[in-house]
């Protein structure tokens, strides 16, 4: 009888553990999915000494930081500008859904904030599939028609948790005339929001006030041209 040589067994066997490795660590190398790895800071205010708190916005942050660099690489600063209130309706606001993976690279609390630093594995090949369907990139796509109004909502008041920081962008998603809405700056007890409406500042403000954000009703405190303060 044929005796099977030991050594040969023992490298099939190492071949077949780290094939298995691949599939179970990494299986979206494994599907043959397009990715791209890349690395994004974040950094969000301390509120209330609640450092888990800063820590998930700065995560937040950072992992939609890394979604940026991979659809700035795939769309020219042109098409960002002119659909950037299509791209953070239709994109940014489901950030997750690109996110294949990540792991922290550094952390540590900074002048009353949290910040990190990651290492994202972002799935740009269905990223690229929904801009080819936004018609960002080559193909048909939606197209935006009529005016938009540049707004800038100031919210005085905390947040108590990132559960509600995207709660309250939500809400105001809601309202038919938002374009598009992204934060552009965020302290202890003030954020300010960039909106993008086929309304002028004062049809928006009036919608704002029928909204209620955790039973509260929404107050505006000044409503100019292009700016809007509110408070909860």
Not at 11 to 16: E, G, S
Not at 33 to 46: D, H, L, P
Not at 108 to 115: I, S
Not at 154 to 174: N, T, W, Y
Request: net charge neutral; glycine share 6%.
């Amino acid at each position: 009888m044929k005796r099977l040589n030991p050594v040969r067994i023992d490298a099939q066997r190492i071949v077949l553990c780290l094939a298995l490795s691949v599939i179970l660590l990494y299986p979206a190398m494994a599907a043959g999915v397009e990715t791209e790895s890349v690395e994004s800071e974040g950094s969000a205010a301390i509120q209330n000494s609640n450092l888990a708190q800063a820590r998930e916005q700065a995560i937040s942050l950072a992992l939609r930081g890394a979604l940026e660099k991979v659809l700035s690489s795939a769309v020219s600063p042109q098409v960002l500008a002119a659909r950037k209130s299509v791209i953070s309706d239709k994109v940014y606001s489901v950030t997750e859904r690109y996110i294949l993976g990540y792991r922290i690279l550094r952390e540590a609390e900074q002048d009353g904030a949290y910040a990190v630093r990651i290492a994202a594995t972002v799935d740009s090949g269905n990223l690229k599939g929904d801009l080819r369907n936004l018609g960002l990139l080559e193909g048909r796509g939606e197209a935006r028609t009529g005016h938009a109004f540049p707004i800038s909502l100031i919210v005085l008041g905390a947040f108590a948790s990132h559960h509600d920081f995207m709660a309250f962008r939500d809400m105001v998603s809601d309202i038919p005339e938002v374009l598009g809405i992204w934060p552009a700056f965020m302290t202890k007890n003030m954020s300010e929001w960039r909106l993008e409406t086929s309304n002028d500042s004062q049809a928006i403000a009036r919608e704002l006030s029928k909204r209620r954000f955790k039973g509260m009703t929404l107050h505006i405190v000044q409503t100019g041209v292009e700016l809007i303060i509110a408070t909860f």
